[in-house]
Protein backbone atom coordinates (compact mmCIF):
# COMPACT_ATOMS: atom_id res chain seq x y z
CA UNK A 1 0.00 0.00 0.00
CA UNK A 2 1.36 3.47 -1.33
CA UNK A 3 0.30 7.10 -1.33
CA UNK A 4 1.67 9.43 -3.64
CA UNK A 5 4.60 6.90 -4.85
CA UNK A 6 5.47 4.04 -5.87
CA UNK A 7 4.52 2.91 -9.24
CA UNK A 8 2.85 6.13 -10.42
CA UNK A 9 5.79 8.60 -9.40
CA UNK A 10 9.82 8.62 -9.00
CA UNK A 11 11.70 9.17 -5.90
CA UNK A 12 13.48 7.33 -2.67
CA UNK A 13 10.23 5.30 -1.30
CA UNK A 14 9.53 4.16 -4.99
CA UNK A 15 13.00 3.18 -5.41
CA UNK A 16 12.92 1.14 -2.61
CA UNK A 17 9.52 -0.78 -3.45
CA UNK A 18 10.91 -1.51 -6.90
CA UNK A 19 13.81 -2.65 -4.99
CA UNK A 20 11.71 -4.79 -2.73
CA UNK A 21 9.21 -6.74 -5.31
CA UNK A 22 11.99 -7.25 -8.12
CA UNK A 23 13.88 -8.64 -5.13
CA UNK A 24 11.46 -11.51 -4.60
CA UNK A 25 10.23 -12.80 -7.49
CA UNK A 26 8.73 -15.65 -6.79
CA UNK A 27 6.23 -13.35 -4.31
CA UNK A 28 2.96 -11.98 -6.35
CA UNK A 29 2.44 -8.80 -5.03
CA UNK A 30 -0.70 -6.80 -5.03
CA UNK A 31 -0.10 -3.05 -5.49
CA UNK A 32 -2.85 -0.23 -3.72
CA UNK A 33 -1.77 3.19 -4.49
CA UNK A 34 -3.13 6.08 -3.35
CA UNK A 35 -3.18 8.83 -6.22
CA UNK A 36 -4.34 12.75 -6.47
CA UNK A 37 -6.64 11.80 -9.35
CA UNK A 38 -7.12 8.73 -12.17
CA UNK A 39 -5.53 10.99 -14.31
CA UNK A 40 -2.01 9.81 -13.04
CA UNK A 41 -0.16 7.26 -15.19
CA UNK A 42 2.34 4.41 -13.96
CA UNK A 43 6.16 5.57 -14.33
CA UNK A 44 7.69 2.46 -13.28
CA UNK A 45 7.88 -0.62 -15.93
CA UNK A 46 6.53 -3.00 -13.54
CA UNK A 47 8.21 -6.74 -13.45
CA UNK A 48 6.02 -9.70 -14.30
CA UNK A 49 5.17 -10.45 -10.11
CA UNK A 50 3.24 -7.55 -10.02
CA UNK A 51 -0.25 -9.12 -10.41
CA UNK A 52 -2.56 -6.23 -9.92
CA UNK A 53 -2.42 -2.63 -9.60
CA UNK A 54 -5.31 -0.90 -7.51
CA UNK A 55 -5.37 2.83 -8.09
CA UNK A 56 -7.38 4.62 -5.42
CA UNK A 57 -7.80 8.86 -6.57
CA UNK A 58 -8.36 10.80 -3.42
CA UNK A 59 -8.64 14.16 -5.02
CA UNK A 60 -10.94 13.64 -8.30
CA UNK A 61 -14.41 15.58 -7.99
CA UNK A 62 -17.32 13.00 -8.03
CA UNK A 63 -20.85 14.61 -7.55
CA UNK A 64 -22.53 11.61 -5.61
CA UNK A 65 -26.15 10.90 -4.99
CA UNK A 66 -27.51 13.09 -1.58
CA UNK A 67 -29.03 10.24 0.95
CA UNK A 68 -32.52 10.52 1.65
CA UNK A 69 -33.67 11.87 4.49
CA UNK A 70 -34.07 8.25 6.62
CA UNK A 71 -30.39 7.25 5.36
CA UNK A 72 -28.90 10.41 6.57
CA UNK A 73 -30.52 9.82 9.91
CA UNK A 74 -28.84 6.38 9.98
CA UNK A 75 -25.72 7.95 8.86
CA UNK A 76 -25.67 10.70 11.70
CA UNK A 77 -25.58 7.71 14.34
CA UNK A 78 -22.53 6.46 12.98
CA UNK A 79 -20.62 9.78 12.20
CA UNK A 80 -21.39 11.22 15.66
CA UNK A 81 -19.35 8.54 16.86
CA UNK A 82 -16.50 8.62 14.88
CA UNK A 83 -16.48 13.40 15.37
CA UNK A 84 -16.31 12.30 18.99
CA UNK A 85 -13.52 10.18 18.94
CA UNK A 86 -11.31 12.94 17.33
CA UNK A 87 -12.63 15.31 19.41
CA UNK A 88 -13.10 13.83 22.98
CA UNK A 89 -9.37 14.05 23.71
CA UNK A 90 -6.19 11.85 23.41
CA UNK A 91 -6.95 8.88 25.48
CA UNK A 92 -10.46 8.50 25.18
CA UNK A 93 -10.21 9.57 21.65
CA UNK A 94 -7.97 6.80 20.70
CA UNK A 95 -9.61 4.18 22.11
CA UNK A 96 -13.48 4.99 20.63
CA UNK A 97 -11.50 5.79 17.20
CA UNK A 98 -10.88 2.06 15.70
CA UNK A 99 -14.62 1.23 16.54
CA UNK A 100 -15.65 4.48 14.61
CA UNK A 101 -13.58 3.85 11.78
CA UNK A 102 -14.90 0.68 11.21
CA UNK A 103 -18.07 1.38 11.07
CA UNK A 104 -17.35 4.27 8.40
CA UNK A 105 -15.68 1.10 6.23
CA UNK A 106 -18.64 -0.61 6.66
CA UNK A 107 -20.87 1.77 5.88
CA UNK A 108 -19.33 2.78 2.55
CA UNK A 109 -18.82 -0.85 1.31
CA UNK A 110 -22.50 -0.52 0.88
CA UNK A 111 -23.39 3.42 0.52
CA UNK A 112 -21.66 6.16 -0.82
CA UNK A 113 -19.84 7.71 2.13
CA UNK A 114 -18.73 10.78 0.52
CA UNK A 115 -22.05 11.98 -0.49
CA UNK A 116 -23.05 11.22 3.42
CA UNK A 117 -20.08 13.20 4.42
CA UNK A 118 -21.18 16.51 2.38
CA UNK A 119 -24.88 17.28 3.46
CA UNK A 120 -26.24 19.78 5.61
CA UNK A 121 -26.89 17.03 8.48
CA UNK A 122 -23.36 15.89 8.70
CA UNK A 123 -21.92 19.44 8.66
CA UNK A 124 -24.63 20.11 11.80
CA UNK A 125 -23.09 16.79 13.28
CA UNK A 126 -19.80 18.11 13.41
CA UNK A 127 -20.56 21.86 14.64
CA UNK A 128 -23.20 19.72 17.68
CA UNK A 129 -20.53 17.49 18.43
CA UNK A 130 -17.73 20.42 18.64
CA UNK A 131 -19.87 22.41 21.02
CA UNK A 132 -20.49 19.12 23.57
CA UNK A 133 -16.82 18.05 23.26
CA UNK A 134 -14.56 21.55 23.13
CA UNK A 135 -17.25 23.82 24.05
CA UNK A 136 -14.67 25.69 25.65
CA UNK A 137 -12.64 26.49 23.07
CA UNK A 138 -13.01 28.74 19.85
CA UNK A 139 -15.85 27.06 17.49
CA UNK A 140 -15.84 26.54 14.00
CA UNK A 141 -17.70 28.79 11.64
CA UNK A 142 -19.83 26.58 9.05
CA UNK A 143 -17.68 27.50 6.08
CA UNK A 144 -14.90 25.86 8.70
CA UNK A 145 -17.02 22.91 9.45
CA UNK A 146 -17.23 22.59 5.56
CA UNK A 147 -13.81 22.53 4.54
CA UNK A 148 -13.25 20.30 7.08
CA UNK A 149 -15.20 17.52 6.19
CA UNK A 150 -13.98 18.31 2.60
CA UNK A 151 -10.28 17.34 3.92
CA UNK A 152 -12.02 14.21 5.79
CA UNK A 153 -13.94 12.78 3.02
CA UNK A 154 -11.36 13.00 0.37
CA UNK A 155 -8.93 11.21 3.13
CA UNK A 156 -11.44 8.53 3.83
CA UNK A 157 -11.79 7.91 0.18
CA UNK A 158 -10.33 4.64 0.41
CA UNK A 159 -12.12 3.07 2.99
CA UNK A 160 -14.93 2.50 -0.20
CA UNK A 161 -12.55 0.59 -2.35
CA UNK A 162 -13.07 -3.07 -2.20
CA UNK A 163 -10.01 -4.57 -0.45
CA UNK A 164 -7.67 -6.58 -1.47
CA UNK A 165 -6.99 -10.00 -0.64
CA UNK A 166 -3.41 -11.13 -0.02
CA UNK A 167 -1.58 -13.11 2.68
CA UNK A 168 0.40 -10.00 4.06
CA UNK A 169 -0.47 -5.90 3.88
CA UNK A 170 2.73 -4.44 3.73
CA UNK A 171 1.82 -0.46 3.88
CA UNK A 172 5.17 1.85 3.05
CA UNK A 173 3.85 4.92 4.91
CA UNK A 174 1.42 5.47 7.70
CA UNK A 175 -1.50 7.54 7.63
CA UNK A 176 -3.72 7.39 4.40
CA UNK A 177 -2.04 3.97 3.15
CA UNK A 178 -3.26 2.27 6.18
CA UNK A 179 -6.35 2.46 5.32
CA UNK A 180 -6.83 -0.49 2.80
CA UNK A 181 -4.80 -2.25 4.76
CA UNK A 182 -7.73 -2.05 7.87
CA UNK A 183 -10.33 -2.85 5.04
CA UNK A 184 -8.20 -6.02 4.62
CA UNK A 185 -7.73 -6.87 8.23
CA UNK A 186 -11.31 -6.09 8.56
CA UNK A 187 -12.71 -7.65 6.03
CA UNK A 188 -10.34 -10.77 5.80
CA UNK A 189 -8.22 -11.08 8.89
CA UNK A 190 -4.66 -10.21 6.68
CA UNK A 191 -1.94 -9.02 9.24
CA UNK A 192 -0.18 -5.92 8.57
CA UNK A 193 3.08 -4.76 8.42
CA UNK A 194 3.84 -1.35 8.43
CA UNK A 195 7.26 0.30 7.32
CA UNK A 196 7.78 4.22 7.61
CA UNK A 197 10.22 6.01 5.63
CA UNK A 198 9.77 9.11 7.26
CA UNK A 199 7.68 9.86 10.27
CA UNK A 200 4.54 10.69 8.40
CA UNK A 201 2.80 12.41 11.62
CA UNK A 202 5.21 14.57 12.25
CA UNK A 203 5.60 15.72 8.50
CA UNK A 204 1.70 16.50 8.38
CA UNK A 205 2.34 18.24 11.71
CA UNK A 206 5.16 20.34 9.59
CA UNK A 207 3.30 20.85 6.32
CA UNK A 208 0.04 22.41 8.21
CA UNK A 209 2.62 24.92 10.48
CA UNK A 210 2.23 27.15 7.26
CA UNK A 211 -1.17 26.42 5.91
CA UNK A 212 -3.80 28.66 4.80
CA UNK A 213 -6.37 26.88 7.18
CA UNK A 214 -8.03 27.79 10.06
CA UNK A 215 -7.49 26.62 13.29
CA UNK A 216 -10.26 24.35 14.00
CA UNK A 217 -9.95 22.93 9.99
CA UNK A 218 -6.31 21.94 11.29
CA UNK A 219 -7.05 20.53 14.45
CA UNK A 220 -9.91 18.56 13.27
CA UNK A 221 -7.70 16.79 10.40
CA UNK A 222 -4.38 16.49 12.46
CA UNK A 223 -6.55 14.81 14.93
CA UNK A 224 -8.11 12.48 12.20
CA UNK A 225 -4.61 11.62 10.86
CA UNK A 226 -3.00 11.63 14.24
CA UNK A 227 -5.32 9.09 15.42
CA UNK A 228 -4.76 6.86 12.40
CA UNK A 229 -1.34 6.72 12.81
CA UNK A 230 -1.76 5.56 16.40
CA UNK A 231 -4.26 2.95 15.10
CA UNK A 232 -1.84 1.90 12.94
CA UNK A 233 0.78 0.77 15.51
CA UNK A 234 -1.78 -0.56 17.50
CA UNK A 235 -3.25 -3.27 14.71
CA UNK A 236 0.26 -3.86 12.74
CA UNK A 237 1.17 -7.44 12.96
CA UNK A 238 5.22 -6.07 12.74
CA UNK A 239 6.23 -2.36 12.19
CA UNK A 240 9.98 -2.40 10.43
CA UNK A 241 10.58 1.35 10.42
CA UNK A 242 13.75 2.60 7.95
CA UNK A 243 15.61 3.62 10.68
CA UNK A 244 16.27 3.98 14.50
CA UNK A 245 15.43 7.81 14.41
CA UNK A 246 11.72 6.40 13.27
CA UNK A 247 12.03 3.48 15.80
CA UNK A 248 12.08 5.60 18.82
CA UNK A 249 9.32 8.26 17.69
CA UNK A 250 7.24 4.99 16.67
CA UNK A 251 8.01 3.96 20.50
CA UNK A 252 6.76 7.80 21.69
CA UNK A 253 3.94 7.17 19.98
CA UNK A 254 2.68 3.88 21.85
CA UNK A 255 4.36 0.79 19.43
CA UNK A 256 5.16 -1.98 21.12
CA UNK A 257 8.82 -2.03 21.28
CA UNK A 258 8.43 -6.20 20.48
CA UNK A 259 7.15 -5.54 17.66
CA UNK A 260 9.79 -3.26 16.41
CA UNK A 261 12.43 -4.23 13.66
CA UNK A 262 14.53 -1.84 11.90
CA UNK A 263 15.59 -2.41 8.37
CA UNK A 264 17.44 -0.18 6.86
CA UNK A 265 17.55 0.85 3.23
CA UNK A 266 20.05 -0.92 0.88
CA UNK A 267 21.82 -0.13 -2.36
CA UNK A 268 23.38 -2.94 -4.93
CA UNK A 269 27.18 -1.98 -4.99
CA UNK A 270 27.80 -3.22 -8.56
CA UNK A 271 24.97 -0.43 -9.48
CA UNK A 272 27.56 2.25 -7.52
CA UNK A 273 30.53 1.74 -8.58
CA UNK A 274 33.81 3.64 -6.44
CA UNK A 275 34.61 6.89 -8.68
CA UNK A 276 38.31 8.69 -8.68
CA UNK A 277 38.22 11.53 -10.74
CA UNK A 278 36.13 14.82 -9.82
CA UNK A 279 34.87 17.88 -11.53
CA UNK A 280 36.96 20.10 -13.10
CA UNK A 281 35.74 22.61 -10.77
CA UNK A 282 34.72 22.95 -7.16
CA UNK A 283 30.70 21.52 -7.39
CA UNK A 284 28.51 20.47 -4.77
CA UNK A 285 25.23 18.46 -6.23
CA UNK A 286 22.10 17.55 -4.54
CA UNK A 287 19.69 15.00 -5.92
CA UNK A 288 16.19 14.07 -5.10
CA UNK A 289 12.51 16.04 -5.65
CA UNK A 290 12.06 19.45 -6.08
CA UNK A 291 9.94 20.15 -2.69
CA UNK A 292 9.24 22.25 0.23
CA UNK A 293 10.52 19.50 2.63
CA UNK A 294 13.76 18.89 0.97
CA UNK A 295 14.47 22.66 1.73
CA UNK A 296 16.31 23.82 -0.95
CA UNK A 297 15.83 27.37 0.13
CA UNK A 298 18.88 26.47 2.66
CA UNK A 299 20.51 24.81 0.44
CA UNK A 300 20.93 28.22 -2.05
CA UNK A 301 21.29 30.42 0.93
CA UNK A 302 24.40 28.19 1.97
CA UNK A 303 26.02 27.93 -1.53
CA UNK A 304 25.96 31.88 -1.87
CA UNK A 305 27.97 31.81 1.23
CA UNK A 306 30.46 29.28 -0.51
CA UNK A 307 30.43 31.14 -3.55
CA UNK A 308 31.24 34.30 -1.75
CA UNK A 309 35.01 32.32 -0.18
CA UNK A 310 34.65 30.13 -3.87
CA UNK A 311 33.78 32.17 -6.43
CA UNK A 312 34.75 29.27 -8.84
CA UNK A 313 32.28 26.88 -7.14
CA UNK A 314 28.84 25.76 -8.91
CA UNK A 315 25.77 24.14 -7.93
CA UNK A 316 24.32 21.77 -9.73
CA UNK A 317 20.91 19.90 -8.49
CA UNK A 318 19.40 17.32 -10.42
CA UNK A 319 15.72 16.10 -9.87
CA UNK A 320 12.08 16.62 -11.22
CA UNK A 321 9.26 18.69 -9.77
CA UNK A 322 6.18 17.19 -8.93
CA UNK A 323 2.81 17.68 -10.16
CA UNK A 324 1.60 20.95 -8.56
CA UNK A 325 5.19 22.02 -6.88
CA UNK A 326 6.11 24.54 -10.21
CA UNK A 327 5.35 27.28 -7.84
CA UNK A 328 8.29 25.94 -5.20
CA UNK A 329 10.50 25.13 -7.88
CA UNK A 330 10.14 29.11 -9.15
CA UNK A 331 10.80 30.06 -6.14
CA UNK A 332 14.25 28.35 -5.82
CA UNK A 333 14.88 29.94 -9.31
CA UNK A 334 14.37 33.05 -7.95
CA UNK A 335 15.95 32.88 -4.65
CA UNK A 336 18.90 31.60 -6.61
CA UNK A 337 18.64 35.08 -9.19
CA UNK A 338 18.50 36.85 -5.90
CA UNK A 339 21.30 36.10 -4.19
CA UNK A 340 23.28 36.52 -6.53
CA UNK A 341 24.15 32.53 -7.78
CA UNK A 342 21.86 32.25 -11.11
CA UNK A 343 24.66 31.94 -12.81
CA UNK A 344 26.78 29.49 -10.98
CA UNK A 345 23.49 27.23 -9.91
CA UNK A 346 22.37 24.64 -12.81
CA UNK A 347 18.52 22.71 -12.20
CA UNK A 348 19.36 19.82 -14.55
CA UNK A 349 16.07 17.69 -14.13
CA UNK A 350 15.88 14.12 -13.73
CA UNK A 351 18.90 12.16 -14.79
CA UNK A 352 18.94 8.91 -16.60
CA UNK A 353 21.35 7.57 -13.97
CA UNK A 354 21.17 8.86 -10.61
CA UNK A 355 25.43 7.95 -10.14
CA UNK A 356 25.42 10.69 -12.19
CA UNK A 357 24.13 13.00 -10.26
CA UNK A 358 26.38 12.12 -7.35
CA UNK A 359 29.83 12.05 -9.50
CA UNK A 360 29.08 15.57 -10.71
CA UNK A 361 30.09 16.80 -7.47
CA UNK A 362 33.20 16.86 -5.11
CA UNK A 363 30.54 16.99 -2.26
CA UNK A 364 26.73 15.45 -2.01
CA UNK A 365 24.49 17.38 0.41
CA UNK A 366 21.18 16.65 1.49
CA UNK A 367 19.68 19.92 3.11
CA UNK A 368 15.85 18.17 4.00
CA UNK A 369 14.07 19.32 7.02
CA UNK A 370 12.49 15.74 7.15
CA UNK A 371 13.84 12.40 5.91
CA UNK A 372 13.58 8.73 6.67
CA UNK A 373 16.78 6.42 5.88
CA UNK A 374 17.40 8.62 2.04
CA UNK A 375 19.06 7.26 -0.80
CA UNK A 376 20.88 10.02 -1.98
CA UNK A 377 23.04 9.31 1.33
CA UNK A 378 24.04 5.88 0.84
CA UNK A 379 24.21 5.55 -2.90
CA UNK A 380 26.51 8.17 -3.08
CA UNK A 381 28.33 6.58 -0.01
CA UNK A 382 28.90 4.17 -2.39
CA UNK A 383 30.11 6.18 -5.18
CA UNK A 384 32.91 7.17 -2.77
CA UNK A 385 31.52 10.39 -2.55
CA UNK A 386 31.49 12.60 1.15
CA UNK A 387 28.05 14.20 1.85
CA UNK A 388 27.23 17.22 3.91
CA UNK A 389 23.83 16.43 5.71
CA UNK A 390 21.22 17.94 8.10
CA UNK A 391 20.89 15.75 11.21
CA UNK A 392 17.13 14.38 10.66
CA UNK A 393 15.25 11.09 10.56
CA UNK A 394 18.49 8.26 9.85
CA UNK A 395 21.08 10.56 8.26
CA UNK A 396 23.28 10.34 11.13
CA UNK A 397 22.84 6.57 11.25
CA UNK A 398 23.71 6.72 8.01
CA UNK A 399 26.63 8.80 7.50
CA UNK A 400 28.11 8.36 10.83
CA UNK A 401 32.06 9.61 10.71
CA UNK A 402 32.44 9.74 7.15
CA UNK A 403 30.57 12.93 6.49
CA UNK A 404 29.48 16.14 8.04
CA UNK A 405 26.05 16.06 9.83
CA UNK A 406 24.94 19.46 10.08
CA UNK A 407 21.29 21.22 11.63
CA UNK A 408 18.48 21.74 9.94
CA UNK A 409 17.58 25.47 8.09
CA UNK A 410 21.22 26.63 8.93
CA UNK A 411 22.91 28.03 6.34
CA UNK A 412 26.16 29.21 7.93
CA UNK A 413 26.57 25.87 9.77
CA UNK A 414 26.30 23.96 6.11
CA UNK A 415 28.34 26.51 3.58
CA UNK A 416 31.08 25.93 6.42
CA UNK A 417 30.96 22.63 5.73
CA UNK A 418 31.23 22.69 2.13
CA UNK A 419 34.26 24.88 1.92
CA UNK A 420 35.95 22.32 4.48
CA UNK A 421 35.43 19.35 2.06
CA UNK A 422 35.69 21.80 -1.19
CA UNK A 423 39.15 23.11 -0.23
CA UNK A 424 40.98 19.95 1.27
CA UNK A 425 41.50 17.18 -1.43
CA UNK A 426 42.81 14.55 1.29
CA UNK A 427 39.86 14.45 3.63
CA UNK A 428 37.66 14.54 1.07
CA UNK A 429 39.52 10.97 -0.25
CA UNK A 430 39.63 9.38 2.97
CA UNK A 431 36.17 10.43 3.92
CA UNK A 432 34.75 8.95 0.26
CA UNK A 433 36.93 5.63 0.97
CA UNK A 434 35.26 5.66 3.73
CA UNK A 435 31.53 5.90 3.43
CA UNK A 436 31.83 3.15 1.14
CA UNK A 437 33.32 0.47 3.06
CA UNK A 438 30.47 1.58 5.84
CA UNK A 439 27.69 0.99 3.11
CA UNK A 440 28.83 -2.25 2.29
CA UNK A 441 29.27 -3.38 6.10
CA UNK A 442 25.70 -2.36 6.74
CA UNK A 443 23.52 -1.19 3.71
CA UNK A 444 23.75 -3.43 0.91
CA UNK A 445 20.06 -4.89 -0.90
CA UNK A 446 20.44 -7.95 -0.31
CA UNK A 447 20.65 -7.59 3.86
CA UNK A 448 17.14 -5.53 3.39
CA UNK A 449 15.61 -8.27 0.83
CA UNK A 450 16.04 -11.02 2.94
CA UNK A 451 14.96 -9.21 6.39
CA UNK A 452 11.51 -8.47 4.31
CA UNK A 453 10.96 -12.09 2.74
CA UNK A 454 11.78 -13.33 6.51
CA UNK A 455 8.68 -11.17 8.11
CA UNK A 456 6.68 -11.77 5.61
CA UNK A 457 6.67 -15.14 6.19
CA UNK A 458 6.57 -14.80 9.84
CA UNK A 459 3.15 -12.75 8.91
CA UNK A 460 1.86 -14.65 6.31
CA UNK A 461 -1.30 -16.66 6.52
CA UNK A 462 -0.83 -19.47 4.65
CA UNK A 463 2.73 -19.50 3.48
CA UNK A 464 4.19 -17.84 -0.05
CA UNK A 465 1.66 -16.57 -2.06
CA UNK A 466 0.81 -12.84 -2.53
CA UNK A 467 1.53 -9.83 -0.59
CA UNK A 468 -0.66 -5.95 -1.16
Not at 227 to 241: H, S, T
Not at 294 to 313: G, S
Not at 371 to 379: D, L, N, R, V, W
Amino acid sequence: MTEGTYPHAFGGVSVWCDQLVRGMPKKSFHLVALVGSADERLVWELPVNVATVTSIPLWDNEAGQRPGRTARRAFSRIVRPFFTALLAGSATGDRRFGGALRALFEYAQEADLAAALRTEDTVRDLLGTWHDQRGGTPAPTVHDAVIALQLLEHSLRPLSARPVRADVSHCVANGLAVLPALAAKWSYGTPILLTEHGIYLRERYLGYRDSDYRWPVKVLHLAFLRALCLLAYREAGMLAPGNMYNQRWEERLGAPHALIRTVYNGVDPAAFPPVEAEPDVPTVAWAGRIDPIKDLDTLIAAFALVHQRIPEARLRLFGGCPAGGEGYFEHCRELADRLGIGAVTSFEGRVAEIRDAYVAGHVVVLSSISEGFPYTIIEAMTCGRPCVATDVGGVSEAIADTGIVVPPRDPEAMADACVRLLTDHARRARLGAAARTRVLEFFTLDKAIDTFEELYRSLAVHGEGAVA
